[in-house]
């Protein structure tokens, strides 16, 4: 009997997944040209601010609308091992779902964490470059630190999210449009419907869980941060219960 695949090994196969595929490369270049481009254009169009929190919050503006090419990558992930059937390879290497899943979730949400950590250090040297504010922009303090790594947060939280989609759901189409729709349109076009609407709205894991000025769809950043990752968390434990119960 041969022994069990040692958890480092089981990353090391899910990277090299990742890395291997195209969509992953371009979701990863549209992610960093959205971000990125955004990023600065808003810091470039805004020549003072009145707080470093608000400058880097614009500057970081682009990552509610490349937020969907993360849903694309993990999801993507998940399913794509469905639809080609290598799932039934991972698995036999892997018999315990569950660590094959945990490790799948863990190696897309770091790459996405890391890169976004990048990103948003891109888009505060924007705002430190380009909007003028009193005392200047910080990377510490003045809520500017917090604001970053929210917006890490949020991207890992939305992978893990997505990842869990494509592997609940097994379709990378079916998965993406659940995706958007919790992360991107439900949030948006809820508040629309008055008060139930909005309180609907506060129930989704929402665009931005930072003080974004043009997405903000719900309470403060603590319960967006709460409410995202309780989305995260528990369509995550749903995937992994059905994967061990249903057939590959």
Known sequence: MSAPVRFPAVLRSEWTKLVSVRS????????VLVAGAFGWLAASTTPSADSAGNA????????????????????????????????????????????????????VAGAVAGLTGVLALVCWLAARSLTAVDGGVPLVGAGVGRALLLQV?????????????GALLRSTAGGVGAGAALVFLLPLLLPLFGRTGE????????????????????PGWAVGLAVTAAWAAGTWLLAAVLLDRRDP
Do not use: C, H, N
Request: glycine share 10%; charged share 10%; proline share 3%.
């Open 24 to 31: 992953t490369w371009w979701s990863a270049a549209v992610y």
């Open 56 to 107: 880097v919050g614009i500057a970081l503006i682009g990552f509610g609308f490349a937020q969907f090419a993360v849903v694309v990558v993990g999801v993507t992930a998940a399913a794509g091992e469905f639809a080609t059937g290598m799932v039934l390879a991972s698995l036999a290497a892997v018999p315990r779902r569950v660590r094959w899943l945990a490790a799948k979730t863990g190696v």
């Open 153 to 165: 947060a949020t991207a890992a939280l939305t992978a893990v999210l997505a990842v869990a989609l």
């Open 199 to 218: 309180r609907l709205a506060e129930a989704l894991p929402l665009l931005r869980v930072g003080g974004d000025p043009f997405l903000v769809a719900g």
